[in-house]
């Protein structure tokens, strides 16, 4: 005889178990290892200098901790030194972070009016840069801050607390359309976890996944068959159609 049993109305589906009569929403085992799997890709991209070759083995060793897989090959135009990965052959340099901004002195400026929640338009109205060029900037400025977090939280297995409090919130956010082709605003959710002792903010997993097309989603939500399906049981469950 089953120990558990699986009941439910409306596309929802619970599951009991006989033995203490606590029932819990029934989830898809898929969608959660797909979730897991993402978060392991994002915390497995390396950080500093490496081999920029992504099927390289070198890809995942940077400079600092595994010397002894690069050599010098020589300097750049710019008098930046270049490097030669052992494994793959491939070359690439290291220099600044800003080496290919003219207005990098203006880097300051847009991030402190990007956390005063300064709109883009005023922005580069401010500013006098144009919106490409302000686009630019948020896409390094976020690259600078993932950098940033990774070298910190980096250090987080090694740490000891004695006491640790983790507080999650969720917040839902009202952004523009995806693309020029789909002009409607869309709706996603966010979980942020802060230490309650320090408030330090650890990390904020939005609930959007920009590997995926909305269009190519939903054609293949359709042909799956997963509409006559409930939640738990699809192919994407994951994914919102």
């Not at 203490?20 to 978060?39: H, I, P, Q, Y």
């Not at 402190?112 to 896409?139: E, F, H, N």
């Not at 709706?187 to 976890?193: E, K, W």
Request: hydrophobic letters at 30%; glycine letters at 4%.
């Amino acid at each position: 005889m089953s120990a558990y049993r699986v009941s439910g109305r409306d596309g929802r589906s619970s599951l009991f178990c006989d033995a203490c009569g606590v029932s819990s929403t029934v989830k898809s085992n898929l969608a959660c290892w797909e979730k897991l799997e993402r978060s392991l890709e994002s915390l497995a991209i390396p950080s500093g200098h490496h081999c920029q070759n992504h099927s390289c083995s070198n890809f995942f060793k940077p400079l600092e901790t595994h010397p002894e897989e690069y050599g010098r090959h020589g300097m750049t135009a710019k008098g930046e030194p270049r490097l030669k990965c052992k494994r793959c052959t491939k070359t690439f340099s290291i220099g600044r972070p800003h080496r290919r901004q003219r207005t990098s002195h203006e880097n300051k400026t847009v991030f402190q009016m990007l956390v005063g929640k300064v709109c883009l338009s005023k922005i580069s109205k401010i500013t006098g840069l144009a919106p490409k060029t302000v686009y630019d900037k948020v896409d390094f400025l976020y690259e600078q801050c993932w950098k940033f977090l990774a070298s910190r939280e980096s250090r987080l297995p090694e740490m000891r607390f004695r006491k640790l409090r983790i507080a999650t919130d969720m917040q839902d956010y009202m952004v523009n359309w995806p693309n020029k082709a789909m002009r409607k605003t869309i709706q996603f959710r966010a979980l942020a976890s802060s230490c309650l002792d320090r408030g330090y903010v650890l990390a904020c997993h939005p609930q959007i996944d920009p590997r995926f097309d909305t269009n190519q989603i939903q054609d293949a939500i359709v042909e799956s068959g997963d509409l006559r399906l409930r939640p738990a049981f699809r192919q994407y469950a994951r994914l919102w159609s």
